[in-house]
């Protein structure tokens, strides 16, 4: 209904728009005439009355004498054409006798009226269109955003890595707002303004269609220039707004990392990195800006070349009284004073709105290349899939398994090789090996956070894969390096994943996890205090011990730890490893882990080196055999 809305009013603008410039004739060959409505219609009926009677004797005559039909066709010709002045005349004689006043100066003060109301009423129909086109325009960019975040959440977690944080953000906030700003233009002036230009043409057209059609003679070579300008702009726009995605990822990475730049004196090498940034930021939209200003002179250009053809060839057939132009016939009958002006007006009333649709064409070009740019990964279907029949996910769970699990990001750079793990119900597993060998990713693989590229992982003998995503994670508590916390309260941050429980079910697991006293003693509201941006209001060992208190509240049958102690104080690393010791009994756990305070956790530890794993057993098996074990727990022993 929206966009019926925008048509009708824009329709409608058109109409008015027209009729107020059509007032022209009457102000031309009624009032400056010194004539009164009534008296020049009776006028014209008497002149084109005698002039049906002069075109049907002569056409007698020459019927009589056996003329040319040829000369005979073209006076018929006239006749119709005078006979349709004629008849329409007839017509509305009656109702400006009724309705129109006889004093010349009185018909004036009637035409500005008419003139006026129509301009109200078109101001109120602009008003209705633009108010529709927002609606329309924010109702649109609501769902698209809905629709890109919806689309973006359901993407692997490996697709996070290759699409950087600031280039999303980009395309959220500046490729958005170009793209509002080209749906706006596109239903706004992109549908009223033609229109506008279509009435004016069409009253041209009353006047004399063959004169117009001289006049509009250049419009495709206006139109060759115009679409290579299209393009240039549209590329422009999309390396500005590449650069755009730049100085997103500058900003975020110097104020993410705030406390290295302070820390190393760096701020002056990141003012230069975001001013180079911006620099040529500002070199991509000053390309723009030099096509968008070829638009203008351009559209102008055309148009006043239009008015000025039709200036020339319309004065020539009014002041030489011809009906023909170059052997063409333009016109049955010489044009009258008032009716050249009228199609001057209306040329000059066509071309208002080609000179504004020349903004509207630069608009729909950025947004062309910022719809481009958002659908690019808007249209993406996730490589990790529900599939279309999901299986239930076993309530109990008897083992977890890699059956011959690979998996690479590229071809020639193997993740993981040839991976048989078998992980039973209620064991406590430690994965441990240099940096990069593939720990977190085998980790992630339980979560289907990634899928193999080759084997299968496997819960009580089924396949992940056959599970809905939302039900499998369910089911399992994830603590990370880093503990990944909101800007919204304590109590909010504990409840995330888990808004079904209540307040009273957060100060449970805050106990559980050893947080209780912090949050209730030290932290100035309590569980309501709103912890900053990632949590920074709050201390490391602070910040994981909420994390912890998350997981336990899920009350998940396997629980993944992910250097879950690495970067706590030792007095926050003991009440962590106390939490643990006492909440995974019973459950299934998959710790990944360099230190060797945790191992103690653990059943069994699972060495694993490039890809692989080169051994399983419990920490003093390993220390009899494993030499890449004992290594690291030497350098572990070293750094404690």
């Given at each position: 209904m929206?966009?019926?809305?925008?048509?009708v009013?824009?329709?409608l603008?058109?109409?008015?728009?027209?009729?107020?410039?059509?007032?022209v004739?009457?102000?031309?060959?009624?009032?400056?005439?010194?004539?009164?409505?009534?008296?020049?219609?009776?006028?014209q009926?008497?002149?084109?009355?005698?002039?049906?009677?002069?075109?049907?004797?002569?056409?007698s005559?020459?019927?009589q004498?056996?003329t040319?039909?040829?000369?005979i066709?073209?006076l018929?010709s006239?006749?119709e054409?005078?006979?349709?002045?004629?008849?329409?005349?007839?017509?509305?004689?009656?109702?400006?006798?009724?309705?129109?006043?006889?004093?010349?100066?009185q018909?004036?003060?009637?035409v500005?009226?008419?003139m006026l109301?129509?301009?109200?009423?078109?101001g109120?129909?602009l008003?209705?269109?633009?108010i529709?086109?927002e609606?329309?325009?924010?109702?649109?960019?609501?769902?698209?955003?809905?629709?890109?975040?919806?689309n973006?959440?359901?993407?692997?977690?490996?697709?996070?890595g290759?699409?950087?944080?600031?280039?999303?953000?980009s395309?959220f906030?500046?490729?958005?707002?170009?793209?509002?700003?080209?749906v706006n233009?596109?239903?706004g002036?992109?549908?009223?303004?033609?229109?506008?230009?279509?009435?004016?043409?069409?009253?041209?057209?009353?006047?004399?269609?063959?004169l117009l059609?001289?006049?509009?003679?250049?419009?495709?070579?206006?139109?060759?220039?115009?679409?290579?300008?299209?393009?240039?702009?549209k590329?422009?726009?999309?390396?500005?707004?590449?650069?755009?995605?730049n100085?997103?990822?500058?900003?975020?990475?110097?104020?993410?990392n705030?406390?290295?730049?302070?820390g190393?004196?760096?701020?002056?090498?990141?003012?230069?990195?975001?001013?180079e940034?911006?620099?040529?930021?500002y070199h991509?939209?000053?390309?723009?800006?030099?096509?968008?200003?070829?638009?203008?002179?351009t559209?102008?250009?055309?148009?006043?070349?239009?008015v000025?053809?039709?200036?020339?060839?319309?004065g020539y057939l009014?002041?030489?009284?011809?009906?023909?132009l170059?052997?063409?016939?333009?016109?049955?009958?010489?044009l009258?004073?008032?009716?050249?002006?009228?199609?001057?007006?209306?040329?000059?009333g066509?071309?208002?709105p080609?000179?504004?649709?020349?903004?509207?064409?630069?608009?729909?070009q950025?947004?062309?290349?910022a719809?481009?740019?958002?659908?690019?990964?808007?249209?993406r279907?996730?490589?990790?899939?529900?599939?279309e029949?999901?299986?239930e996910v076993p309530?109990s769970?008897e083992?977890?398994?890699?059956?011959n699990?690979?998996f690479?990001?590229?071809?020639?750079?193997?993740v993981?090789?040839?991976?048989?793990?078998?992980?039973?119900a209620?064991?406590t597993v430690?994965l441990v090996?240099?940096?990069?060998?593939?720990?977190?990713?085998?980790?992630?693989?339980i979560?289907?956070?990634?899928?193999?590229?080759?084997?299968?992982?496997?819960?009580?003998?089924?396949?992940?894969?056959?599970?809905k995503?939302?039900?499998l994670?369910?089911?399992?508590g994830?603590?990370?390096?880093?503990?990944?916390?909101?800007?919204?309260?304590?109590?909010?941050?504990?409840?995330?994943?888990s808004?079904?429980?209540?307040?009273a079910a957060?100060?449970?697991?805050?106990k559980?996890?050893?947080?209780?006293?912090?949050?209730?003693?030290?932290?100035?509201?309590?569980?309501?205090?709103?912890?900053?941006?990632g949590?920074?209001?709050?201390?490391?060992?602070q910040?994981q011990?909420?994390?912890?208190?998350?997981?336990?509240?899920r009350?998940?049958k396997?629980?993944?730890?992910?250097?879950a102690?690495?970067?706590?104080?030792?007095?926050?690393?003991?009440?962590i490893?106390q939490v643990?010791r006492?909440?995974?009994?019973?459950?299934?756990a998959?710790?990944?882990?360099?230190?060797l305070?945790?191992l103690?956790?653990?059943d069994?530890?699972?060495?694993?080196?490039?890809?692989?794993?080169?051994?399983?057993?419990?920490?003093?098996?390993l220390?009899?055999?494993?030499?890449?074990?004992?290594?690291?727990?030497?350098?572990?022993?070293?750094?404690?």
């Open positions: 929206t966009l019926v809305g925008i048509v009013c824009s329709l603008v058109a109409v008015f728009w027209s009729i107020n410039i059509g007032t004739y009457p102000l031309v060959e009624v009032v400056f005439q010194g004539k009164s409505a009534p008296e020049w219609v009776d006028e009926i008497d002149a084109y009355q005698s002039q049906v009677d002069t075109l049907e004797d002569e056409i005559q020459l019927s004498s056996g040319a039909s040829g000369q066709q073209t018929e006239k006749l054409a005078t006979s349709n002045s004629l008849a329409w005349r007839q017509k509305v004689q009656p109702v400006i006798h009724d309705f129109m006043p006889t004093d010349p100066f018909t004036m003060i009637a500005v009226v008419f109301c129509g301009t109200v009423i078109k109120t129909l008003m209705a269109n633009m529709l086109v609606r329309f325009t924010q109702q649109s960019m609501f769902s698209l955003r809905n629709q890109f975040y919806r973006t959440l359901q993407m692997e977690l490996a697709s996070f290759n699409d950087r944080t600031s280039g999303l953000m395309r906030t500046n490729d958005m707002n170009q793209l509002r700003m080209g233009s596109l239903l002036k992109t549908v009223r303004e033609p229109l506008k230009m279509a009435a004016c043409l069409v009253g041209a057209a009353l006047i004399s269609w063959q059609l001289f006049c509009l003679v250049i419009t495709p070579i206006a139109g060759i220039a115009i679409s290579a300008l299209a393009k240039a702009i590329r422009a726009s999309k390396r500005a707004m590449e650069e755009m995605s100085l997103y990822k500058v900003l975020s990475e110097s104020f993410g705030i406390e290295v730049v302070k190393y004196t760096m701020e002056e090498h990141e003012q230069k990195r975001f001013h940034t911006a620099e040529e930021y991509k939209s000053m390309r723009i800006a030099f096509f968008n200003s070829l638009s203008r002179p559209t102008e250009i055309l148009g006043m070349t239009i000025g053809l039709g200036m020339l060839s319309g009014v002041l030489r009284q011809q009906t023909h170059f052997g063409i016939e333009m016109t049955p009958s010489p009258g004073f008032g009716e050249i002006m009228t199609f001057f007006a209306m040329l000059v066509a071309s208002d080609l000179r504004k649709l020349a903004d509207v064409f630069n608009s729909i950025r947004s062309t290349a719809a481009d740019r958002i659908f690019e990964l808007a249209d279907q996730p490589a990790v899939k529900d599939p029949d999901p299986i309530e769970l083992h977890i398994e890699f059956r699990v690979s690479h990001y590229h071809e020639d750079n193997l993981l090789q040839d991976i048989n793990l078998r992980l039973n209620g064991e430690a090996g240099p940096n990069g060998c593939g720990k977190s990713t085998l980790a992630r693989m979560t289907r956070f990634q899928d193999p590229t080759v084997g299968s992982v496997l819960v009580n003998g089924i396949d992940v894969r056959e599970f995503q939302q039900d994670r369910s089911g399992m994830l603590v990370t390096q880093k503990a990944l916390l909101f800007d919204q309260t304590v109590c909010d941050n504990i409840l995330y994943g808004k079904q429980v209540g307040a957060a100060v449970a697991a805050a559980q996890a050893k947080a209780h006293q912090f949050i209730s003693e030290k932290l100035p509201e309590g569980y309501d205090t709103v912890v900053g941006e949590g920074n209001k709050l201390s490391g060992g910040r011990r909420i994390a912890l208190a998350r997981a336990i509240l009350d998940p396997v629980m993944i730890l992910d250097e102690t690495s970067q706590v104080d030792l007095e926050s690393e003991q009440v490893h643990l006492e909440f995974l009994v019973g459950r299934t998959v710790m990944i882990t360099h230190r305070s945790t103690d956790l653990a069994r530890v699972i060495v694993m080196d490039k890809g692989r794993i080169v051994d399983d057993g419990t920490h003093d098996e220390m009899s055999r494993c030499a890449i074990y004992q290594r690291m727990t030497s350098a572990g022993r070293a750094a404690g």
